[in-house]
């Protein structure tokens, strides 16, 4: 027998093998091509990445002013939605028709202090007042103009599906939640199937490679009964790997070694640059407060709980007080909001933990951010709507802010005082847009002074 043929036999074996782990491959690859993957890194500095985008205000009802309508939308989500519902009663009463039982002349001066009105012995408000069990609206400092926007708003939306019509939970509203839920649950079904899909081909992959040896030792059986093989088929047929001989190898040694430092090295180095940074950290709070029920399923304005968030350097945590707002009324046999309760019976604060802490050294504002700037809280917390628990999404380091600021364009439009700013700008790098570094958003004093 021609010794050529027993010298290839190996290789046909090894060239079978390859060529079905490569098709194996593409169709892996071909596979997670058509699935989405999500991060946990943080988001991109300067995106609104998981922001939940607004709801269109709908056609205005009765010839109001579409402006006022939408305006009136904004205003309504952010202050209102927390107690008040438009065609269904939630803390407060449905607010639908509320035009046709009151005055604008009434609901104004209503909406900026009902305490006073109560005290006024105003008849209608005393009986609202008694109906509720004497709970006490909070008073809004909102302008006549801004009050007449919330009413026309109400005034297009009565009628509508509660769950367009309104920013809390109803019984529509949570099938619709169930919705998408469902939606999200179908595609992470066809993830499975792919999932699937993968291991069956890693299964076949191996009994094929089990039953090519099974082969290559049945082959070489036969053989070995043959007695028409000479010295040399003999030797190939009978010859075998030296594994003492390879794990003794220099090179092998050498190649294991430089792998073994830059390994070493790397997680050194990844050690030291960790130092100090909290990303993830997800502390333990003394009361299950779920961001996804209340600013995700309700949609409760961050706003309306961090009141300084728009307007302070600070993003306060929310007193009792502010919680008691709605969970007077709500879910008051609850375990969690009885420590709510005790709290405020033993006149001493919650002791949340605080999470996003960034060092002294560092001067940050949050108006500055959210008021002038626009940013979404999302573009530092992340989908802080979806979270049960929430940890700190983002690294919050130096070079994250820095990169943001590179990378984040100024709106300065309709403010005279970025005018000749942008025009100096514009005219040694008019290619490039005018950036917060542009203006000096990486001057070391911007934020250590």
Known sequence: MNSN??????????????????AQQATAQDASANTATVSKAGVTPGATAGATPATAAAPAAGGADAAAVQAG???FKANCTQCHAINEQVVGPALAGISKRRPITWIIPWIKNSAKVVASGDEYAVALYNKFQKQQMPSFGLSDKEITSIVAYITAQEGQPAAAATGGVTAQNAGATDGAAAAGDADTGAGKYVDILLIALVVVLIVMVVTLIII???????LRGRKDLDG???????????????YRSPVLRGIVGAVFAIVLLYEGVQ?????????GYQPTQPIAFSHKLHAGENQINCAYCHTSVYKGKSANIPSANICMNCHSQIKTESPEIKKIYRAIERKQPVQWVRIHNLPDLAYFNHSQHTQVAGLQCQTCHGPIQNMEVVYQYSALT???????HRETPLNTKGNAYYDNLVKLHDTKNAAAPFTVSSNGGTECSKCHY
């Open 232 to 246: 040399r088929d003999t030797e190939i047929l009978e010859q075998r790997f030296d594994w003492g001989k390879f």
């Open 271 to 279: 050690s030291v640059m960790a130092v100090g940074l909290t990303q």
């Open 216 to 222: 290559g030792n049945l082959m070489k059986d036969v």
């Open 398 to 404: 130096m070079g994250w802010c820095i990169n943001c």
């Open 5 to 22: 043929r027993l010298r290839s036999l190996p290789h046909l074996l090894l060239a079978l093998l390859l060529t079905f782990a490569g």
């Open 73 to 75: 939308d904004a205003l």
